[in-house]
């Protein structure tokens, strides 16, 4: 089954301990699709501008990818700059330039409209709502978001709650938005906005998977370098959206295994600047890596 | 088999957001003498004052726990206070006597002499080198140590870790110990000092092995509330080594199976203040336990 993802494409100037780029394509709606057309074919929503040619397309051409939702818009393409120091956990922001994305309003080309699953990336939690309404046969619609709506825009953010089966979000966020220290209990209260599930990101730590009847959690995977971490997180859910998407069905063995594809391609993703180890990688790789998980996580009874 | 401690008795006075308690029962070598008589006999060597009585000794007894190590000499028993705030993962401390600690000098029973594995908690590298040449036959023998060692008696500390088969340490002073940020590098260059098996502890998100083949790591519990994480450390070592003990032989298997026992133990020490909890279990708890963590890590394939 294909997946639909609405957020944001970018140009990313990224400085890390272990280098630099300038201007390379990034955005949450970029990291997701390219992650994603690995396991299942995939349907973008975001706007461009008019310095988005044929060479950025050609990042999801070859690829399960369709762009007929990718609007061109007049002016430049949405362009972010940052840098990470010692343990790159956070990013600093040195510049943001939203562009083309200030006035972004999502357009679901009509052949988009049965998609079953749907991942709304970080964007203005109003749009979010917008695009979860006009499709009411989704199966399972997911939610990214960020401190900067948690604290600026509650009420729609809750709203948009509301409506999703599921939510994607850091341990820090995830206790900004309940208001609550510990983790379970923040993650009790936020399940009862609406996500009956809910996965928490902890960085280097892995991710947690939190449901009615228990837990699942996931380690990161101990990269002796990471180059650059930019996009992780939309990487992350590309992983585990793409992979639940593959296998059709919202299961609980699907969560689990979803929450470790979505670390496994994490981990690649880290592995150097931007797209360029995801643009690199086989079905083989994946499943290689995904097999170190099982070994680093079982144990017999 | 048996396990052998060399560490603190003290009294606790300790500050958590839940609650407070004055002068209880603490110190590393009762809280893993105590975690690890739910697997194996326990031999104690530690030093205790006058006021240590026969109230502080009912705690051992009626445990396999031997006690004939436990040096009685004149002055006061090692006292600590200290104070916990918001995600308590690290301790304020208020006041520290060392009282008959300060001349603490092992002196192990010949009864003692033949212990297959041996822990030593965190004391003067220097004293625990001293211990682990008196137990040549030792199968396995475990160092912990803190960033007060790392810092101020680097030299002592290298001796002992070159002399010792597994380290347990927290990822922190993992990262100050070895000089490097990045966590699989500072565990490989740790091992080069000595131990063959590093663990590391992770607070709330869990803890890792290390070794020459992999990795292998156990989340957190995920407890909705947290009462006093004193003595969880070294409640994870008591798990941990006394479920070794118990199995005989450092496997890799039975390794992987400790350190869950070891997460297990801690999961339950921060339940309640002091040795609360630990003293409240029965088999059937940490069985349950162990289960849980089975659920919360497995997935198919």
Redesign the interface.
């Known amino acids: 089954m294909s997946v639909l993802v609405v957020g944001s494409v970018a140009f990313d100037s990224i400085k890390t301990p272990a280098g630099e780029a300038q201007e390379i394509l990034g955005g949450a709606a970029t990291y997701f699709a390219v992650t994603a057309s690995y396991f299942t074919p995939v349907r973008i929503v975001a706007v461009v501008g008019d310095d988005f040619g044929s060479e950025q397309l050609k990042t999801f051409e070859g690829r399960p990818i369709d762009t007929s939702g990718l609007e061109r818009a007049s002016g430049r393409t949405f362009r972010w700059a940052g840098e990470y120091h ?2 790159m956990n956070e990013a600093k922001t040195l510049d943001t330039q939203l562009n083309v994305f200030a006035n972004f309003a999502p357009k679901l080309p009509p052949a988009y409209l049965d998609t079953d699953f749907v991942f709304l990336a970080n964007i203005q939690p109003t749009l979010q709502l917008e695009v979860r309404e006009q499709l009411p046969k989704a199966r399972l619609v997911g939610l990214d978001t960020m401190n900067y709506w948690i604290n600026g825009t509650p009420d729609e953010l809750r709203r948009a709650l509301g409506r999703v089966d599921l939510m994607m979000i850091n341990d820090k966020e995830a206790r900004m938005l309940a208001g609550i ?5 923040a993650a009790a209260a936020i399940r009862k906005l609406g996500p009956r599930t809910l996965v928490i990101k ?1 960085g ?3 991710a ?1 998977l939190f449901q009615e009847d ?6 990161g995977y ?5 180059r650059d971490p930019t996009g992780a997180g939309d990487t992350f859910a590309g992983g585990f959206m793409g992979y639940l998407a593959r296998a059709g069905e919202a299961s609980l ?1 699907n969560l ?2 979803a ?2 594809y979505g670390s496994v391609m994490a981990s690649f993703a880290v592995e150097d600047f931007g797209l360029t180890r995801l643009l690199s990688l086989t079905p083989a790789h994946i499943e290689d890596r ?2 170190q998980f ?8």
């Open positions: 010692g343990d220290d510990n983790l379970p209990r902890r280097e730590y892995g947690g228990g837990f699942f959690f996931a380690p101990p990269l002796e370098e990471i063995p689990r295994r929450l470790v995904f097999e099982r070994r680093m996580t079982h144990f017999d009874v």
